[in-house]
């Protein structure tokens, strides 16, 4: 099954590639809340959404682009979770740092995850407590690294005011801006030791990292005390949206 998720992963991030490299195949849409959706972002996932009703036939599909088609969550006991274009401002932007995203989730918990970025020609995965990075056909196990003071990763493309006060008060050894979910890849290799996320941020952004991270040895954890990262679905009270939160390869206090 893993080796079949991993073509089909694949498969979306080549086509993504060939919309970028030749941007005439490729427009720009804006949604209600006015972020920017493509032609890539649809073309991923009818590829993604048609690969998974094969292979798992009896295993619901929630992605970012057919979410809002979901009336009745209540048999999502298990699910994929997916975001066929991690980083249309990046792709858009033509930086290279945008991700295919795949996750399963069970009972509320990521348990399988890949990341695919197909400019780098680099994909990670996980499952059953072990991660791996796979690039130029080299197959490496991946765990999280710690180091005191962290390297730490934050967001290309988000400013936001709580992180600027958060680094400020405290100790690092250097700050990497990316882009996509290549900021969990980094803490799950064990390159940079902490991502800190305040804002906004959906399920499908994280459920795939999350599940790397934590296979990887690292953790994942709230930081709002009163709230926690939930991919339960329920149709009485549903939300897509993700508490502020750090990836990590040690707790944080």
């Not at 099954?1 to 919309?19: H, N, P, T």
């Not at 970028?20 to 949604?31: A, D, M, P, R």
């Not at 996932?45 to 292979?55: A, D, M």
Request: glycine share 4%.
């Amino acid at each position: 099954m893993l080796k079949k998720l991993v073509f089909l992963i694949r498969q979306a991030g080549d086509r993504i590639r060939y919309m970028y490299e030749n941007e005439f195949s490729s427009k720009i849409f804006y949604k209600e809340n006015q972020s920017p959706v493509t032609d890539a972002d649809y073309v991923s996932h009818e590829i993604i959404i048609t690969g998974l009703q094969e292979l798992t036939p009896d295993i619901p599909v929630l992605s970012e682009e057919n979410y809002a088609d979901h009336t009745d969550y209540n048999d999502f006991d298990k699910y994929w979770l997916i975001d066929p274009l991690d980083g249309t401002k990046e792709f858009i932007n033509h930086n290279n740092e945008f991700t295919v995203n795949m996750a399963l989730i069970e009972y509320g918990i990521p348990v399988l995850g890949l990341i695919y970025a197909p400019m780098y020609n680099t994909l990670y995965y996980s499952w059953n407590n072990s991660a791996w990075k796979e690039q130029n056909n080299i197959i490496e196990k991946i765990r999280v690294i710690d180091h005191d003071p962290p390297n730490i990763v934050v967001s290309r493309s988000h400013d936001n005011r709580l992180l600027d006060q958060y680094l400020q008060n405290i100790n690092f050894n250097q700050i990497i801006r990316l882009g996509s979910s290549l900021k969990f890849c980094l803490v799950a290799e064990g390159k940079v030791q902490l991502y800190p996320r305040f804002g906004k941020t959906s399920i499908w952004d994280i459920a795939a990292g999350h599940a790397i991270i934590i296979a990887s040895g690292g953790y994942m954890q709230s930081i709002q005390i009163d709230k926690r990262i939930n991919y339960i679905l329920s149709s009485s009270n549903f939300s897509v949206i993700n508490p502020s939160f750090y990836a990590s390869s040690k707790l944080i206090k």
